[in-house]
C-alpha cells in the first residue's frame, strides 16, 4: 500500500485469511454469499469485542477495534433498511401463515436466505419478535371478543 495505511493493510490480510481459512475447512470455494457471512461475522466479532472493551475501560483497544469496523464496513454491501426488512418479514409471514410466536423458528428459516449478507440477523430476529407479537395479540383479542359476544348472545 502506498498510503502506508497500516489499520487498512491488515484488516484486509486478516478478512483475506478468514477467507482462505474457511475454503481450507470447508473444501469448498466461497461465493459471494459466503464471502458476505465471512464480513458479517467479523463484523460481529469486532461490535462484541468493542463492548467487552468499554466495559473493562480499555479505550486504547477500543479505538484499535473501531478503526479495524470502520475498514470492514466499507466492504459490506449495501445494508437493508428497516423499512425493507420489515415488508420482507410482512412477505415471509404471509407464506408461511405465522400466527404467533410459536411460528417463529419456520419464519426465520424461510427469512435467512433472503437476508443473507443483506442485514444483520439481530435486527431481523427483533423485528420479527415484534411482528409476531403483534400479530399474536390482535388474533387473541378476536377471540376474546369472540367469546364475549358468543356469552352475550346466549343470555
Known sequence: MLSKDVV???TLRMLISDIK??????KVAADDAKISNLINKNVKQ???SINQFRNGGRDDLVANEQSQLDVILKYLPKQLSEEEIHSLIQEGIAAVSAEGMQDMGKLMGNLKPQFEGKADMS???KLVKRTLKLIWLNVYMKKVYLLYW?????I
Open 8 to 10: 487498512t493493510r491488515d
Open 21 to 26: 481459512n474457511f475454503e481450507i475447512d470447508e
Open 46 to 48: 469486532r461490535r462484541d
Open 123 to 125: 435486527i431481523v430476529s
Open 150 to 154: 358468543y356469552t352475550f348472545q346466549l
